[in-house]
């Protein structure tokens, strides 16, 4: 039997991967997408058709709204809210990284953090899952088994570049051909991403250690990919890191360690994360963590979780170059 999957905001980046990976997904079938556009419904409008799954690819402060909504209506639908409307476990925290209320308070703390590889038995037939950010599940997937092993101090240096997709498509001068093409610049300086709330949270709540993040965003003039590189401080060789993160994720279809830094064309249009490990001088380690800020970022681990949360195999209908399609 086919699961009929509503997708919220499918004229945006997110969506519309979305779409694309529930186009040859084997048991998913798109049920109606919204956005302004031919061929879509409102969004609004949205909101009253009946699904077996939403997937909402909207901005935050929209987003957590539509969630309480849909879980009114539709209580026995899977929600998966790509937003960070739902990611921080408090109003506290959501206000001082976002400068505003949350859109809906009630449902913070209440949707497992869907950064599967460390969430897949809360995620397992969910209702409701906040799906992680794209810089932040590129940081987490590498921190989470080095915080947890104890094998690295909290203060963490982290340069990341990210393909222009990851800032939407709505209108902005910096993101003109023009502007982008043959540049290369940082954004977001000092402690202002809101990622690092993100990671610090999720950090915490995995392991009871609050990490003190230094994380630099830069934008690179490509569509699609994040690459970030991490510098940790540790006493331990860079063997003992690479082994814990390897361990983590052995038998893990989407998350491989590999001898080389990953490039951006090894995970891009994919579900993978490619992670590397290697010496950074007396008393530090650099490693290297690439994802498709679409797939492993966005919609590829959207649909990871939304199969979790239906029961599915986990990885059913995701591109993987190591694994293939499941
Ligand atoms: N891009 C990424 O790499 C990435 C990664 C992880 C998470 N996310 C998150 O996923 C969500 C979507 O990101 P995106 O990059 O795909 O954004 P986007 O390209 O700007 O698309 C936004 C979507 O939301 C719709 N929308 C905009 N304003 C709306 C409103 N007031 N009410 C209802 N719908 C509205 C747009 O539809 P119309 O314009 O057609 O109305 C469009 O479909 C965001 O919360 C983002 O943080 C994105």
């Known amino acids: 039997m ?18 694309r990976l529930l186009s040859v997904h084997p048991r998913c079938r798109v049920a109606f997408a919204t956005g302004r556009a031919d061929g879509h419904v409102s969004h609004e409008e949205g909101l009253s058709r009946r699904a077996d799954a939403y ?19 539709f ?29 809906a308070p009630a449902l913070l703390g209440r949707a497992p953090y869907g950064l599967t590889e460390w969430s897949r038995d809360a995620v397992r037939g969910a209702r409701l899952v906040a799906n992680p950010g794209c810089y932040a599940t590129a ?44 540049d290369f610049s940082a954004y977001a300086p000092g402690r202002s991403h809101r990622h690092i709330g993100e990671v610090e949270a999720a950090l915490f709540a995995a392991t009871g250690r609050r990490p003190s993040l230094t994380f630099c965003p830069h934008l690179l003039p490509v569509k699609r990919g994040i690459l970030a590189t991490l510098y940790v ?31 951006l064309s090894d995970v891009a249009h994919t579900n993978d994360s490619r992670i590397s490990v290697h010496d950074g001088g007396p008393g530090r380690v650099v490693v290297f963590s690439a994802i498709d800020n679409l797939g492993k970022g966005a919609a590829g681990q959207a649909i990871q979780n939304l199969n979790l949360a239906l029961g599915l195999e986990e990885g059913l209908g995701l591109p993987s170059l190591s694994g293939g399609r499941a």
């Open 2 to 19: 086919q699961v009929d999957v509503g997708v919220f905001g499918a004229t945006g980046y997110a969506g519309r991967e979305a779409v």
């Open 55 to 73: 997937l909402l690819a909207l901005p935050h402060g929209v987003s957590g709204s539509y969630a309480e909504t849909l879980r009114a209506s």
């Open 75 to 103: 209580p026995a639908a899977a929600v998966v809210d790509l937003s960070a409307d739902l990611r921080l476990p408090t109003a506290a925290e959501y206000a001082a990284w976002y400068q505003h209320q949350p859109p």
């Open 139 to 182: 940081m987490a997937l590498p921190l989470l088994p080095l915080f947890a092993a104890g094998l690295v101090e909290d203060d963490v240096v982290v340069d990341a570049k990210s393909g222009a997709t990851g800032a939407g498509k709505g209108p902005r001068e910096d993101l003109l051909f023009c502007e982008l093409a043959d």
């Open 233 to 263: 401080r540790t006493p331990h060789p860079a063997a003992a890191l690479r082994e814990a993160i390897a361990a983590r994720y052995a038998g893990e279809r989407f998350v491989h360690v590999v001898d080389a830094p990953p490039r």
